[in-house]
């Protein structure tokens, strides 16, 4: 399988499974390798950096919602340049593509780091990510700062809010595909201390709206990918992403709760997925393969073709 | 790190506020050390969303035996799903003699599991409650185990001689304002103790793990000299290493 995700350019990028992990859920590609095999997954889209380094959000910084969190973490991270220093080597190591996330802080901080970027072997495309109370102005100055000092694929994640408009400049600056949507924003009471927070919404109940968002983008910008990213809790979630015009889907905060299923959405979306007990390979085994399943393959030889058995009784 | 599952094959209640669930864990999840925990989740649907930390307070073989409020259900044969171990073992001082725990408005749970260990090596221990931890039954605990309640002011009797006495102090907050409350446990400490020595004070972080494999970056803690992650570094923390305000 391979899938485009980006404009046919000098640097488009295609996978092999039309899955990732979304920005801020996966660290930089040094997580989770004890638990999910990395080769079945398209690409990483690392955590956010930004040109300076930035501290954790004071105070609370996650909220349990019903089926849900509420999260502000502040985006902390330790600037571009110790981030490169730091994962560089294991980046050109992975056996799969490295999209790094920039914050879209001011458009002198986003031209310097897509020129860093620009350079590194490791890293094969940038997302980038805009706040959701952005002008238009401003997300044009920022889109164009990255598309103008990088060859690289400038992916542009959109906020939920003024979507359309957003997109339509993304377009018109440069940018290779877009990303749809970052979570939310809300607020909820801290139960703990009575304060209100806001942040980052994630959950379940987030899909319907992007979902939405997803599918008004592809019929209107129908000349550039769309990659569909929240609230897919399951692999018929990934694929409703795909009805709706998402060339490939990013998977956010149920990998920090059943870290095995980002790897079950990717081998189901990837074709990766056993749906016979004969001819597979060891290494198709995974976790979330049923009981009866597993309990039919671990039956010894039973002497006859059940294919064949069940045609001569239909017979 | 490891994702697993465990079935509850004892539930015991061991006073009216808390109850004791018998774990059959994998040979991995049993070389859990004091300090670690595991993420669990009980149910299949997504409520609640986030796994729940949850803490042994002792290790009989391969069965954990974790420490969870009564007012929660749990039958016995019910199967959980574990990610585990989260973070690393508490780092103890060499020629301990005495460790002092301290729960100040929260149930000592997450420091519980040192218990054992200690007094295996030994180590006499001494558990201070202040605030609302006063209020944890400690009637179940190893009777060898000093217990004193303190005030909500951070006092409790014998404090300079305790405090002076112990090689290492192990403290757990409530989570609604970790920081601020072990900013004022320091505050004591140092009223009581001219000097804190490195590696004498830690705190013990127990707030919300979104992954508890350092990917989210929620539990980020500012340090003297970079940032620390609890749920891969932590949760014990040198309280004169972290920066508390």
Known sequence: ?315 | MKQSEAIIERVRRINPAYQHLELAVDDTLSRIKPGQSLLVKTGRDWHPYLRVQWHPVTIAGAKLVIERPAGEHYDVGQVVDVLGLVGQPIRFRRNLRNVLLVAYDTPPTPILMTIPWLMGNKVSVTLVLLGTARQYDTAHLNPEVEVIKGDDDLNWQNQVMTVGWADQVLAVVHTDDELGRFKKLVARFEERRAIIPQNYLFGIFNGDLPCGVGACHACMLQTRQSWSLVCTDGPAFDLTQITLD
């Open chain 1, 1 to 315: 399988m391979a899938i485009q995700i980006t404009r046919t350019g000098k640097n488009t990028l295609i996978l092999e499974t039309p899955v990732m992990p979304a920005a801020g859920t996966f660290g930089f590609g040094d997580v989770y390798r004890d638990i999910i095999n990395f080769e079945k997954l398209g690409a990483i889209v690392t955590n956010p950096i930004s040109y300076e380094p930035r501290t954790a959000a004071h105070g609370a910084r996650v909220i349990r919602l019903d089926s849900g969190v509420l999260i502000h973490t502040g985006l902390p991270n330790l600037g571009i340049n110790k981030v490169l220093r730091k994962y560089r080597t294991l980046w050109t190591m992975l056996p799969l593509p490295i999209i790094i996330h920039l914050i879209g802080t001011t458009p002198d901080h986003v031209r310097k780091s897509a020129a860093r970027l620009d350079e590194e072997e490791g890293v094969d495309a940038i997302e980038l990510g805009l706040n959701d109370d952005i002008s238009q102005d401003v997300a044009a100055d920022l889109i164009h700062a990255a598309t103008s000092r990088t060859e690289k694929p400038v992916m542009v994640r959109l906020p939920t809010t003024d979507t359309m408009n957003i997109a339509k400049i993304a377009i018109e600056e440069g940018a290779s595909t877009l990303v749809a949507c970052s979570a939310p924003r809300g607020t909820a009471r801290d139960p703990r201390t009575g304060h209100m927070m806001s942040g980052r919404i994630y959950g379940p109940i987030i899909k319907p709206m992007i979902l939405r968002i997803v599918a008004q983008l592809a019929q209107t910008f129908a000349d550039i990918p769309i990659i569909g990213s929240g609230g897919i809790h399951t692999p018929q979630d990934a694929r409703d992403y795909i009805h709706a015009g998402a060339r490939a889907v990013q998977v956010d905060t149920v990998t920090w709760i059943q870290p095995q299923l980002l790897e079950h959405i990717a081998r189901d979306l990837g074709g990766w997925i056993v749906t016979r007990e004969s001819g597979a390979l060891p290494d198709e085994w995974h976790p979330m393969m049923g009981d009866t399943e597993k309990k039919r393959r671990n039956q010894p030889d039973i002497g006859y073709d059940e294919d064949e058995l069940m045609d001569k009784l239909r017979r």
